[in-house]
């Protein structure tokens, strides 16, 4: 069955960086546009990031854009989201979702989370 396994979420301090990486099995990965999304406390699940199934585009949040970086290696099957200059409200859920063709093909990881606090 598919997996989507988020890695690296942690404690940071303010204006610090983190890794994240999503390890996707039982799928063609470079099939599918891959995006991170986060969870806020209290808030609803918001899009940080999308990549396209060969990486030629990527899009963000406007509040992520020149912060965070969406990368993948599709010989890997991995999905990464670096994160610099963080700040407290970067503090959420951060969840790994591929997309297919077809809408049924839509999967989700079981999140990594990620504190931002001094």
């Known amino acids: 069955q598919v997996q989507l396994v988020e890695s690296g979420g942690g404690l940071v301090q303010p204006g610090g960086s983190l890794r994240l990486s999503c390890a996707a099995s039982g799928l063609t990965f470079s099939s599918y546009a891959m995006s991170w999304y986060r969870q806020g406390p209290g808030k609803e699940r918001e899009l940080v990031a999308t990549?396209?199934?060969?990486?030629?585009?990527?899009t963000y949040a406007d509040s992520m854009k020149g912060r965070f970086t969406i990368s993948r290696d599709n010989a890997k099957n991995t999905l990464y989201l670096q994160m610099t200059s963080l700040k407290p409200e970067d503090t959420a859920v951060y969840y790994c979702?591929?997309?297919?063709?077809?809408?049924?093909?839509?999967?989700w990881g079981q999140g990594t989370q990620v504190t931002v606090s001094s």
């Open positions: 979702n591929a997309k297919g063709l077809f809408p049924t093909h839509n999967f």
């Open positions: 990549i396209s199934r060969v990486a030629d585009i990527t």
